[in-house]
Structure formats: structure tokens, C-alpha cells
């Protein structure tokens, strides 16, 4: 049993680190690097061996490509040792494989509202205040809804992305019209998440005429842009409304005053000093806060991927809501929403 375990434990490490490293000698990691299936992976191993760096770091790998770990369980191994290493039980994976098929239409009857990207504010024709925002994570976001089979409105600030498929993106240029694009379609949505780093000052006057170049300093006046989300969150109602707070430290703290202060169901706050988090990059570090002041941080994931994470949250919270004596009628809402 003991020849049978140590081999299980080799096997599972090789597999990983196979996996990670893309290569295909075997039946199973060349089916792993052709498939656009999603990819689900419980290891069964020693406990030092799964706690082991170079484990940790392949399965980082892995998950930051988007494959989802069924963690090892805690218990006695077949070779004496205990700890964290047994394989889920079969219960427990088909759950989580259910789950993650189950995702193609739990939303379906949902209209889901994002904003997404950069505002750009002008100061002349060609002139303009604006910030870093790329828009991916927004337009990941809105994918991820749509996955779901959510009726998905995009808003979105300048980018240079196609939306996804299935998306009506309506775009805008600036902070007033992404606003008023807002609250045309506020009343629709069941939920609203506002993805967008919208700029919070605009100048106040706006030259007609490309303003030309000179040797003198020059000294533009700023006026506060409305805060779109802090404009309808208050007439919220039934809907559930998302925050993502763009923190550069004491991050938790900032978002956990956002999410109060704004009335939010839900913050996701990414701290964007961090290399490969924020803007721009294709991966982020979010963190989840919730009303209930519950915290939940993932690691650091393509953008796709905390998409969906941030859905998981949404459909949950959606459960709750519907649950709740006293919700406006949510009869509409598919059979799977409709209860806890
Ligand atoms: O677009 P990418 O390059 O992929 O980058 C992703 C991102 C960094 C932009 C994204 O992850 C993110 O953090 N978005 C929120 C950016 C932001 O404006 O954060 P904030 O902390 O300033 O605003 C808090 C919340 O209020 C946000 O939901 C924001 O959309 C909203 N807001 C802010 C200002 C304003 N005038 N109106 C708003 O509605």
C-alpha cells in the first residue's frame, strides 16, 4: 500500500508540474494543452509534497491560466504521514464539477449593467484628462455575465477592445455621459457592477480650438465630476450593486469606507501598486468585501478569472437577496434564484 501511495504521490507531482510547464508526453497532458475545456484538478499527495514551494508554485501556474484546484483534504495518508494530501471525496469534486458546468445558464433572466474603463475628460480637441484604465478587467467582467446567461449592457469609457460576444456595449467619452448612460439603463438591471475608473475631475472649461504652445506655465482649474455609483446606489432597491475600489495602500480600509459610505452589497478592491494587479496587466489580485463585512481574497488571477470568481459572489448574493422576505417580486428570476 505504501509502494501504491509513494507512487500516487509521484504520479500527481509529475502530472502538476507537466501540466504547468505545457509539456505533452502522455495521454493527459497533450489532451490538457489541446482542449478549450475548462481543466479541474484534484491531486492526491503527501502533505510535504503538496505544501512543497515547487508544488505551490506549479499549481500557482496552473491557476493563474485559469485550471481550478479540488483541494486535497485533511487526513491520514497511505504511508503514515497526516495532514492536508487525501483526494476530495468523489461527493465533493462532483459538486464542484456540477458547479462549474452549472455556470453556462445560472443567470439566465439577469440583466446585468458594467461600466467599464477610463473616462476621458477634454481640455481641447485633442487634449484630455484621463487614466491607465485599459478597460479589461470591465469588459471581462461583462464577459463573465454573459457566460452565465445574463443579459449583459456594457457602458464603456475609451478602449481599444471588442466587446464580448453577446454584449450591447454602448460607449461613452466622459464622466457626465457615462452617467447619464447609467441611469438609462439603472432601472432595468437586477445588477449593477461599476467597473469603470471613472475620472473624478474634469476641467472646467473646455477650449473650442486646439489651444496652442507657449512658454508659459499654464494653470488648469478642475471641477469634481459626479460619482456615478454614489448617484444610484442610494436607489438601489432589489438590485444588488458592485463597487471595485483602485486603492495604492490601506486598501481594505479605503474600500471597507467605499462600500459603507456608498451603500454597496459588494466591493472588489485591487491594490494597483502591486506588479501585475490593477491597470492594464491581464492579471489582477481582488480582494472581496462584503456587506456583512465578510473578506474573501483570491490570488492573483488572469483577469477572466477573477471575473468569474466576482460572478460566483454576484450569483450568491443574488440567492440571498431572493431569499429575503420583504425582496420586490423577483418572479421573474430563473427557478435556480428564486430560493436559497
Ligand atoms: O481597466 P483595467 O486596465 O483592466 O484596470 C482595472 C481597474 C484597475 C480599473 C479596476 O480593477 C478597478 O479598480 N476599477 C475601479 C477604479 C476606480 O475608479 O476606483 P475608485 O476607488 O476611484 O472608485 C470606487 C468606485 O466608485 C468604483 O466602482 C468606480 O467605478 C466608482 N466611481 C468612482 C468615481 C466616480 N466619479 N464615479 C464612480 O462611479
Redesign the pocket.
Known amino acids: 500500500a505504501c509502494l501504491v501511495g509513494s507512487e500516487m504521490c509521484i504520479r500527481d507531482r509529475h502530472t502538476i508540474a507537466r501540466l504547468a510547464l505545457g509539456l505533452a508526453d502522455d495521454m493527459l497532458t497533450t489532451l490538457a494543452l489541446a482542449t478549450r475545456a475548462p481543466i479541474l484538478v484534484a491531486p492526491a499527495m503527501n502533505p510535504a509534497m503538496w505544501t512543497h514551494p515547487a508544488t505551490q508554485a506549479h499549481v500557482q501556474m496552473l491557476q493563474a491560466r485559469g485550471v481550478e484546484f479540488i483541494d486535497p483534504t485533511y487526513g491520514v495518508m497511505a504511508c503514515g504521514d497526516e495532514g492536508w494530501g487525501k483526494i476530495a471525496d468523489t461527493p465533493t469534486m462532483i459538486e464542484v464539477v456540477e458547479r462549474r458546468l452549472k455556470r453556462t445558464q445560472e443567470l439566465a433572466g439577469i440583466h446585468v449593467l458594467v461600466?467599464?474603463?477610463?473616462t476621458y475628460e477634454p481640455i481641447d480637441p485633442v487634449r484630455f484628462i484621463g487614466n491607465?484604465?485599459?478597460?479589461?478587467?470591465?469588459y471581462a467582467v461583462a464577459q463573465a455575465a454573459a457566460e452565465r446567461g445574463a443579459e449583459v449592457t456594457l457602458i464603456s469609457g475609451p478602449t481599444a477592445l471588442d466587446p464580448p460576444a453577446g454584449v450591447k456595449c454602448i460607449r461613452v467619452q466622459t464622466?457626465e455621459q457615462m452617467l447619464q448612460a447609467v441611469q438609462e439603463h439603472f432601472e432595468a438591471c437586477d445588477v449593477f457592477i461599476?467597473?469603470?475608473?471613472?475620472?473624478?475631475y474634469r476641467p472646467e472649461r473646455v477650449y473650442p480650438l486646439k489651444r496652442k504652445r507657449s512658454q508659459r506655465a499654464w494653470t488648469l482649474r478642475l471641477v469634481p465630476?459626479?460619482?456615478?455609483?454614489?448617484t444610484v446606489a442610494p436607489r438601489k432597491g432589489h438590485r444588488l450593486v458592485v463597487?471595485?475600489?483602485?486603492?495604492t495602500g490601506k486598501a481594505i480600509e479605503y474600500a471597507r469606507e467605499?462600500l459603507q459610505r456608498?451603500g454597496l452589497d459588494l466591493?472588489?478592491v485591487?491594490d494597483?501598486l502591486e506588479p501585475q494587479s490593477?491597470?492594464?496587466?491581464d492579471t489582477?489580485r481582488l480582494t472581496l468585501l462584503y456587506a456583512d463585512g465578510r473578506v474573501e481574497p483570491l490570488p492573483l488571477l488572469p483577469?477572466r478569472i477573477a471575473a468569474h470568481r466576482l460572478m460566483d459572489a454576484v450569483v450568491e448574493r443574488l440567492h440571498i437577496l431572493a431569499g429575503k422576505s420583504g425582496v420586490p417580486d423577483r418572479s421573474h428570476l430563473p427557478d435556480s434564484l428564486k430560493s436559497p
Do not use: Q
Open positions: 461600466t467599464a474603463g477610463p491607465r484604465s485599459s478597460g479589461k478587467m470591465g464622466a461599476s467597473v469603470a475608473a471613472v475620472a473624478d465630476n459626479p460619482d456615478i455609483l454614489g463597487g471595485f475600489a483602485a486603492e467605499k456608498k466591493i472588489a485591487n494597483v490593477g491597470f492594464e496587466v489582477t483577469k
